[in-house]
């Protein structure tokens, strides 16, 4: 784990044959009240919670758990890491969280050749998951945590439910897999995506002012050139009719 800023920190994913998405915690370290912004793939769990404990940070002082999506690569360890951490909460938007709730997981798996799949590999059960949401977000809160503050963004099309964090004094955001720091954007040919939503999504997007771009996967950035998600979306616009 690394520190990127004041109050935010950076766990890599650990991609095998699957990708398994970074994870963040957020949150000033004397404040006791931190927040890890997704979790990763099934059984990635524990160098996670590792990479916590190394830094120094108590994991009771994680108070909970927020989440960009709800997609395999970034739920998927979500059980381990409870086990850890029971006393944190689960933070989802409404419209990923109502199916996580019902044990509807055509969302978390994107794809039904994918769920048989990952239910071999990781033996997982048929309601593997199904979780209790202890706040549902709309998009729009200002969340005052951990000594910071962060805004919450609804960004749909890479997913139905999908969420953005931004922390405007540090001019921070954690768009999930909408948008990477490689000039790429999520995809959107899975359960609940949506093209035009994704461009929609990626124009709210540009309306910030991000210097540090912090998404699911690969490269994170600091210092980033400005204007670099309206040239991104730019790119992108012709196949997100
Ligand atoms: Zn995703
Ligand atoms: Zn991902």
Known sequence: MTKVSEGVYFIQGQDEFLPDSHVYVIGEPESNDLSMVDVGLTGKGGYKIQAIR?????????????????????????????????????????LEA???EAGDDRGVYGMNEFKG???MQYSLKADAFKFRVDRKLEGGESLDIGNMTWEVIFIPGHSMGGIALYNRPGKILI?????YADYAIGRFDLHGADAGQLRKSLMDLTELDVDILLPGHNNIIKGLPSGYIGKVVKMWEPYLA
């Open 54 to 94: 190394k830094m120094g940070i108590e994991l009771d002082s994680i108070k909970r758990i927020i989440m960009t999506h709800t997609h395999l690569d970034h739920i998927g360890c979500l059980s381990e890491v409870k086990k850890e951490i029971p006393g944190a909460e689960l933070w989802v938007h409404t």
């Open 175 to 179: 768009p999930g897999d909408v948008i």
């Open 117 to 119: 799949m990952c239910q």
């Open 98 to 100: 109502d199916p996580l």
